[in-house]
């Protein structure tokens, strides 16, 4: 398996990798939406044998209190079912970390899974006082510094418009 960036050949594929993995066709919507509306974006696919098998999307976010600060979200991760729990999402997650950083993006939030991504160094949003500007428990709502101290909040983590349309 290798993680690469997507490119335009891998857009149906991608699509069915959100749509196997959630119900309905929000993720799927979002993802295309962000890629046509939000800039930049680093959205990295999971390839095993020609065949995509996951995929992860992280799009500028905005903090209230810092409007320059270069912020990522990540949302959505997507893996093909039968390929769950194989390290295909950490594979995916690392390397999508990675692009951030590389990137020069200082800090990353996720709306995910309080058991899962503390793996990857988040911790929750409220330690860095900042909120989400949904109304979501405070242990789903994380970040992680890129660079240390980057995070001065408090504040409101405002999302790309795209979120708000699926």
């Known amino acids: ?28 919507d979002l993802v295309d939406a962000l890629r046509e509306q939000a800039r ?8 095993d044998n020609g065949v ?17 600060l270069c912020i990522m979200g990540l949302a959505p991760m997507a893996v093909r079912p039968e390929r769950q729990r194989k390290g295909v999402g950490s594979a995916l997650a690392r390397a999508g970390i990675t692009a ?3 990137l020069g993006y200082e800090a990353v939030v996720v709306l995910g899974h309080a058991g899962y991504y503390p793996r990857f160094g988040f911790v929750p949003a409220s330690r860095f006082g900042l909120r989400s500007e949904y109304d979501v428990p405070d242990d789903v709502f994380m970040a992680m510094e890129l660079t240390p101290g980057a995070l001065q909040g408090p504040g409101t983590i405002r999302y790309h418009a795209a979120f708000g349309t699926v």
């Open 1 to 28: 398996m290798r993680i690469r960036p997507e490119r335009t050949d891998d857009l149906t594929a991608i699509r069915e990798v959100n749509l196997s993995a959630f119900e309905g066709t929000t993720e799927a």
């Open 40 to 47: 930049p974006i680093v959205s990295m696919v999971a390839e």
């Open 100 to 102: 951030c950083r590389d």
């Open 52 to 68: 995509i098998v996951g995929h992860i999307l992280f799009s500028p976010v905005a903090l209230s209190s810092l409007p320059d």
